[in-house]
């Protein structure tokens, strides 16, 4: 992946008690070392269903780079406080799929130019 000089935002949001927050936080370090790109990451913590509705929070854990979820299927759908189950076609998980979260860094990066 060819990075640009521009940072990217990130937001990793989640609830205290996720069993799936440390891992997906770890997947996400790791991914934007392997990247290389610059990032400006915000970690925000869920307290309760007025935090979901206020940050759109779509589960825990919810990633979005430069404003939005890397499961591009959901970035539509309501706010909601639960744990989050990730699709992506390597099978259903409350951790991201490396790709998915790789693509959305991508995406990213085309949009900063």
Do not use: H
Not at 17 to 41: D, T
Not at 60 to 76: F, L, M
Request: with cysteine.
């Amino acid at each position: 992946m060819k990075a640009n000089n521009s940072v990217i935002e990130v937001e990793f949001l989640y609830f205290d008690g996720c069993p799936n927050a440390e891992p997906a936080w770890a997947l996400l370090q790791s991914v934007l070392e392997e990247c290389g790109v610059a990032a400006k990451v915000t970690k925000i913590a869920i307290q309760s269903p007025e935090d979901a509705e206020r940050f759109g929070f779509l589960g825990s854990p919810t990633i979005r780079v430069n404003g939005k979820d890397i499961e591009k299927e959901r970035r539509n759908d309501p706010p909601v406080y639960a744990c989050r189950v990730y699709g992506g076609g390597e099978g259903a998980g409350g951790v991201p799929p490396r790709k998915m979260l790789i693509a959305a860094i991508e995406e990213a990066i085309q949009e900063n130019g």
